[in-house]
């Protein structure tokens, strides 16, 4: 065990290195990505550690280590020490005639790793006491610098400071030994010796029952820590010599006790009738179903990984610490592997959805423009159609509404209140100008309930200008400006729309453009007349408002008044229809120019950004995946290919058996595509016809530390398509393998993944010949592909080479697989075997060579593989029709197997019956 822990620690320390390298990187990453302005700062918030997250990264990974020993008995406590260290550093205390004050007196003790031995006595800021206590090989403290002073003014404090080249040490481990006094709260005590480390907790304890000091502290730490686990053990004496005669006699008396308690425990360990083990499950620390040997047997598959506390109650077994202590580590490991992945994979989703939706803004965005034109221009012809050829039908519309608003208009007049002019019925007469004013208020009162009243029914009658057809105008431009508009900086589209619409409310009538100017004119005199020879003064009440208002309805001339509101309503239109028309161009180019950013930005993600952050996403759960299970077994070779080696692979991760994918990337560009297969492969949800990969481990050894080896472990099928078809297949069990590969490919493209690599050996089979999809090499959102032309060349459709492409590349490459599945065989297609090179083969391709029809092709089979290899992507069929047309082909096979077995049976029989009446003839 002395050996074995350093060996952990120096893992852990590794570990820990890598884990900040990795936290560093991911702080640089996101740094550049905010400075390029692709993700917003809410989305900067989703995909970064929170503070709490990071703060744990940091503090495991900075912090150094520390075997915390807790315990209220010295003797208890120092049994640990002695044992952890090989050798009897702390002193054996035994029952005597001042036991219980020694037990009381201990004070602080930290060990931790120098080259020269030193003990000093130091204070929390570190200012020493006694300096140099000893500086020499040491063999047992000497319990004078253990025990607390009556000086000691504050005994919480003070530290006692052992410094010593030990294995156990030397990573930057500390030894902690908690003070042992009554008098000193357990909060503060834990706080002190956790200060600054990342514990690994161990209580003694004697006796086989806690003591109620014992528990309230045990119930203050699960408050204090309650994800720690914690390892519980009973100590015994250790051998000691030169002890006094009382000394000799309580050691016998104690060893007698304990030897018995011991004796029982070792039947099981722990034991359910155990008074400490009761106690702990009472305190939750333990569960209360037995577990047993937790040494050989134990579960941590699960994730998060989380450690149990253990109880050794038999102190043979107190090499268990070194499991205990190595499951811990891993456990902290895990965590911090855990949250940093889960980072790295928060950021790539958010790169895709991103890309996704540019992708979709960029495409639509046009769309959306030209709609908005098409409409508004519909808009403007229809409005100024109404202008210039229905002014008649204005004219009938003003009169009816004249007509039927009288009444109303009159009532409205009666009861009007005059703005600014001050009516007194003590007043005997009002001036000419204030005649005027009160009448000119009137009058324009019943123009404007006229013009609005107007405006509304003639906007009612225009079919264009129906509430479906506006809202949705009106939305669309909306959703535009605010999208290709910073801070809503750019509204005078939307501004010019609604000039637009409201064009004929804003129209202006007056009494002069609206009357007859003889009727206005003989008004006016007759106001004058009344005003000067009226001997009656005027009265403003209800009668001369209705009087008023009546005259200026008779005195309205339709024809004036449609003449007055085409014209104003005609020319509005047109200038917000070229207001609206300057400001949708300047959308437009606001479009172009986001859009050239954009297309930079998203290639600038495509090409460093995404590939980068999917490296350290494989490299963390790769530390985790070998942190909790280990180095995989390379077994035998079972497939090579260009960039890597296939081995078998017994068992790991409880998955048996496995396949594991070996892979040396020899530059950047392979690592890339290797991380980024990794994250596609590892984050698509597990479907009956993908392969799944079940982890990765990173072998940095290899090739001598020069070249690290990737290691994807998958699972394990029995043969690819290739080797099948070779070895020989009935035509139902290809058309099933077919239809498999058409919902693996489905799946895929559900996912939002192009896969851009179908062929034979890209498909597996397991033993009931059912195909599952692998190598995810070259497969991609469709929204992050970048153009790159990838695949193999027969398999490959023209428009690879051309570098803008889409799903459909995936259902020409099922088209060339399926003419494999129907011919048979895997000999190269005739026209392709005139080409010697692969450029050959790509121009044949491009030109619109294809495989060629062979006999035992079917018409339905025939038609469907045409349709799928199609030179134009939109002529290809989807794959839920292929899916359907499959099934319908293997129908037709299965009947017709079916019918010709039964003929087959009814010729077997009938030969049988003549042959056994031909034998009963020759018998007769």
């Avoid at 790295?344 to 958010?350: E, P, T, V």
């Avoid at 290899?869 to 017709?896: F, H, Q």
Wanted: hydrophobic content about 35%; charged content about 25%; some cysteine.
């Amino acid at each position: 065990m002395a050996a074995s822990l350093p060996h952990e620690f120096s893992k852990f320390n590794k570990h820990c290195k890598y884990l900040k390298y990795l936290l560093k990187e991911t702080r640089k990453s996101l740094e550049e990505i905010e400075k390029t302005g692709y993700l917003d700062n809410s989305q900067l918030l989703k995909v970064k550690l929170s503070t709490q997250e990071e703060e744990f990264v940091r503090k495991i990974t900075e912090q150094p280590l520390g075997l915390i020993i807790l315990g209220q008995n010295c003797w208890a406590k120092a049994s640990v020490v002695n044992e952890l260290f090989g050798q009897p550093l702390l002193p054996m205390l035994f029952p005597g005639q001042d036991y219980e004050e020694k037990y009381l007196s201990w004070r602080m003790v930290r060990f931790s790793y120098s080259s020269q031995t030193q003990i000093t006595l130091a204070l929390a800021n570190s200012y020493e006491l006694v300096d140099h206590l000893v500086d020499q090989p040491l063999n047992t403290v000497p319990t004078a610098n253990l025990e607390m002073q009556n000086e000691d003014l504050d005994i919480n404090t003070v530290v006692l400071q052992i410094h010593l080249r030990h294995a156990l040490l030397r990573d930057d481990v500390h030894v902690v030994v908690s003070p042992s006094s009554h008098n000193i709260q357990f909060c503060q005590v834990y706080e002190k010796c956790c200060e600054g480390l990342t514990p690994v907790i161990i209580y003694c304890f004697k006796e086989d029952m806690l003591t109620e000091k014992e528990l309230d502290d045990l119930i203050t730490l699960k408050k204090i820590a309650p994800t720690h686990p914690v390892f519980f053990v009973c100590s015994q004496p250790l051998p000691t010599c030169e002890l006094t005669e009382s000394e000799q006699h309580a050691r016998s008396v104690l060893l007698s006790t304990h030897s018995q308690f011991h004796k029982e425990s070792r039947l099981a360990s722990p034991k359910k009738g155990s008074s400490v083990y009761q106690q702990l499950c009472g305190l939750g620390y333990l569960s209360s179903v037995v577990v047993q040997s937790k040494l050989k047997h134990r579960k941590w598959f699960s994730e998060p990984y989380e450690v149990e506390s253990e109880l050794v109650v038999n102190f043979e077994n107190f090499p268990s610490i070194l499991l205990f202590t190595r499951h811990v580590l891993q456990s902290l490991l895990a965590k911090v592997s855990t949250l940093l992945n889960e980072s790295h994979n928060r950021c790539l989703r958010m790169f895709i959805l991103t890309a996704f939706d540019m992708t979709r803004d960029m495409t639509m965005t046009p769309k959306r423009l030209e709609y908005i034109r098409q409409r508004e221009a519909e808009l403007y012809t229809s409005l100024l159609t109404i202008t210039n050829k229905k002014q008649e039908e204005i004219r009938h519309l003003i009169v009816s509404t004249i007509i039927g608003m009288r009444d109303e208009l009159l009532e409205e007049a009666a009861n009007h209140q005059f703005q600014g002019l001050c009516l007194s019925e003590k007043r005997e007469s009002l001036s000419l100008r204030e005649i005027q004013i009160c009448t000119m208020e009137i009058q324009n009162l019943l123009l404007n309930k006229l013009k609005s009243s107007v405006a509304a029914r003639l906007i009612g009658s225009v079919d264009c200008l129906r509430d479906s057809f506006v809202g949705t105008l009106e939305r669309c431009l909306l959703s535009l400006e605010k999208s290709l508009s910073e801070g809503g900086e750019f509204s005078q589209t939307s501004s010019a729309l609604k000039q637009t619409l409201t064009a004929v409310y804003q129209v202006e009538l007056t009494i002069e453009t609206s009357a007859s100017g003889l009727r206005v004119l003989l008004a006016k005199v007759k106001q004058w007349v009344q005003t000067l020879f009226w001997k009656t003064p005027l009265t403003v009440d209800v009668d001369w408002k209705r009087k008023v208002a009546a005259d200026m309805l008779d005195s309205l001339s339709d024809t004036h008044l449609t003449r007055s509101i085409c014209v104003q309503f005609r020319d509005r239109l047109k200038d917000s229809h070229e207001q609206f028309l300057s400001s949708l161009q300047h959308l437009e180019s606001l479009h172009l120019g986001r859009l050239q950013h954009t297309e930079e930005q998203r290639l600038k993600v495509k090409k460093m950004h995404a590939p980068k952050l999917a490296r350290y996403a494989l490299e963390s759960m790769s530390l985790k995946d070998l942190i909790l299970y280990g180095m995989p077994q390379l077994g035998r070779e079972i497939g090579r290919g260009q960039y890597g080696v296939v081995y078998s692979c017994e068992s790991w991760r409880g998955f048996s058996p496995c396949a594991l994918k070996s892979v040396v990337p020899p530059d950047e560009k392979h690592w890339n595509d290797l991380a980024m297969e990794f994250f596609y492969t590892r984050s698509i949800p597990e479907h009956d016809h993908i392969v799944q990969i079940r982890g990765s481990v990173i072998d940095y050894s290899y090739g001598g530390g020069n070249s690290p080896a990737v290691f994807l472990i998958m699972e394990r099928l029995q043969r690819d398509l290739y080797s099948a078809i070779k070895s020989g297949l009935d035509i139902t069990t290809r058309l099933q393998i077919a239809l498999d590969v058409v919902q693996g490919i489905r799946f895929l493209h559900s996912q939002g993944l192009v896969h851009r690599d179908i062929k034979l050996k890209n498909v597996l089979l397991d033993k009931k010949n059912r195909a599952k999809i692998t190598d995810l090499g070259f497969c991609k959102p469709e929204a992050m592909m970048s153009g790159s032309i990838v695949g193999t060349p027969i398999h490959m459709a023209p428009e690879l080479f051309t570098g803008h492409y889409d799903n459909s590349v995936d259902v020409y490459a099922f088209g060339i697989l399926f003419w494999y599945l129907r011919a048979g065989h895997v000999k190269l297609p005739f026209v392709f075997e005139q080409c010697q090179t692969k450029d050959q083969l790509w121009k044949c391709v491009r030109k619109g060579a294809r495989p060629e029809r062979l006999p035992q092709f079917d018409n339905e089979s025939w038609q469907l593989i045409e349709e799928c290899w199609s030179s134009d992507p939109v002529k290809r069929p989807l794959l839920g029709n292929v899916e359907s047309r499959l099934v319908a082909i293997m129908d037709c096979y299965r009947s017709t197997s079916s019918a010709n077995g039964h003929q087959d049976g009814h010729r077997r029989s009938t030969s049988y019956r003549r042959r056994h009446i031909a034998r009963n003839f020759h018998a007769r």
